[in-house]
């Protein structure tokens, strides 16, 4: 099965990734050995930041800060994208891609959650006149499905060699747990099975999910219709709550030095501010203040030089309310 399959290769302190690529067995592992056939799924999929897994100048940046071979174990999982990205790591890490229509810029492409042994996945046990051989896997609709790259703890380098800790990086999966409701991660990101899979990089998305108000002198900021935590995924990632140019709140994650369960030290979550499903979160608004903003950000703010990125990459507007306050008010001020 697919999911234990990575789930095993993730598991695994030594990143042998063959357990994982091994079975594939198609001649072209790239989309266009499927788009033939399936167009409408392939040009979902083109537009998905799953299409950008390996590409996207926001994993670039990322990984030119720390080009681990970890990280393309998830972001770049065929063998012949690890072998490719790895053996110019060090031009990838400076954003130089191999070259675009390989298997190896796709990313996470069709054959990544597909093909295994030479057999097509498939989600439904329909009897349908297959173009190919296939193989029923109900596993696929399921949320640990996409828990196999969605929930991970972080790692150190010792003597040299990449070692897991147990201090969580993303944890999607169990905030989709703990949220509890029926909703499957492919139910809200995969409506009508599209392979556009919306998330964090599609603003209308995001606006969508979360609501900013201004109630008298308070701001209310609430996460709806969503199955995690907000942000969840990338650690770097956060909103922030503005009176005029004056930050008044963050709500992310904070990463410092901290140990694990067993007392080994690593760099881990010290603080989450995340917003959490249906949870208003009140905050007063300084007095004089004209307008309050919600901004969401990509990347951490540390002062980093970016080799990659532009300002337009790390951050946009969700939505900006003036600050209307009443005469009584006004009046006693
Ligand atoms: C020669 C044409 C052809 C090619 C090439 C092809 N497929 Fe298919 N595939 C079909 C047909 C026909 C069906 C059955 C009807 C349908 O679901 O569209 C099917 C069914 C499927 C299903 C199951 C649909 C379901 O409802 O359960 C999946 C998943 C799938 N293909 C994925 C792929 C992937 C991934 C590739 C590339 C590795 C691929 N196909 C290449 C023709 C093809
Ligand atoms: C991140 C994993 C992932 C990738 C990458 C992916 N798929 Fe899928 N695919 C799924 C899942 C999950 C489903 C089942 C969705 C559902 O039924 O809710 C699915 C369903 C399908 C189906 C059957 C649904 C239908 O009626 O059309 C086809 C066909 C298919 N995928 C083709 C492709 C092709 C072609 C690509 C590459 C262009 C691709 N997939 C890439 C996860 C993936
Ligand atoms: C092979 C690993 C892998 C699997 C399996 C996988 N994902 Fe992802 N997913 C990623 C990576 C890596 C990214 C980040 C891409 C980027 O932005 O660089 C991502 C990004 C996303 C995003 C964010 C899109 C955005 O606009 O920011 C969503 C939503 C998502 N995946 C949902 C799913 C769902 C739903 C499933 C299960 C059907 C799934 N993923 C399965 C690795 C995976
Ligand atoms: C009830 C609907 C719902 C469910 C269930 C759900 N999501 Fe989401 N997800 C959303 C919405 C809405 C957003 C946009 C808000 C945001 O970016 O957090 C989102 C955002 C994301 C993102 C973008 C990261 C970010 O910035 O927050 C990822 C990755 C993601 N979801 C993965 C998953 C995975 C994996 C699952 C299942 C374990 C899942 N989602 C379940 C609705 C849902
Ligand atoms: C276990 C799988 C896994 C590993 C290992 C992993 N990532 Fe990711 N990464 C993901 C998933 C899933 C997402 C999507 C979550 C989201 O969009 O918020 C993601 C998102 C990101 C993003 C945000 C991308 C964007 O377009 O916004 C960056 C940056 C990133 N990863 C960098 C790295 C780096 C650098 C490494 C290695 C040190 C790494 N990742 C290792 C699974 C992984």
Not at 45 to 50: K, Q
Not at 257 to 278: C, I, K, M, S, Y
Request: with cysteine; net charge positive.
């Amino acid at each position: 099965m697919s999911a234990l399959l990575l789930w095993v290769v993730l598991a695994q302190p030594s990143f042998d990734v063959a357990g994982f690529t091994r079975p594939l067995q198609l001649d072209a592992p790239g989309a266009a050995a499927c788009a033939a056939c399936h167009p409408q799924r392939a040009a979902e999929w083109r537009a998905s930041m799953h299409r950008q897994s390996l590409t996207s100048r926001v994993f670039l940046d990322g990984f030119s800060a720390e080009p681990q071979r970890r990280c393309l174990v998830c972001h770049g999982p065929l063998e012949a994208q690890l072998k490719h990205s790895w053996t110019s790591r060090h031009l990838l890490a400076r954003g130089a891609l191999p070259p675009e229509g390989s298997p190896v810029h796709e990313g996470i492409t069709c054959a990544v959650c597909h093909v295994r042994d030479g057999e097509v996945l498939a989600p439904s046990a329909a009897a349908l006149p297959y173009g190919h051989p296939v193989r029923f896997t109900p596993a696929l609709r399921t949320s640990e499905f996409c828990g196999t790259c969605h929930e991970f703890t972080g790692h150190a380098v010792i003597d040299g060699a990449t070692r897991l800790n147990a201090l969580p990086m993303q944890t999607t999966l169990s905030e989709w747990r703990a949220w509890g409701g029926a909703q499957t991660c492919q139910g809200c990101h995969m409506p009508g099975a599209s392979h556009r899979v919306r998330g964090g990089h599609d603003v209308d998305f995001v606006r969508g999910a979360v609501r900013l108000e201004l109630e008298g002198g308070v701001a209310i900021v609430t996460a709806h219709d969503v199955g995690h935590r907000v942000p969840t995924g990338d650690v770097f990632r956060h909103l922030v709550l503005w009176a005029d140019d004056e930050p008044l709140r963050r709500f992310g994650l904070e990463l410092g030095r901290t140990e694990d369960a067993q007392g080994r030290p690593g760099v881990g979550v010290v603080r989450d501010t995340r917003l959490e499903p249906d949870v208003p979160v009140r905050v007063q608004v300084p007095a004089g203040a004209r307008r309050v903003r919600l901004t969401w950000h990509f990347t951490d703010a540390s002062p980093r030089p970016r080799p990659l990125l532009t300002r337009e990459d790390e951050l946009v507007e969700l939505s900006s309310l003036p600050v209307v306050r009443s005469a009584g008010l006004r009046a006693r001020r």
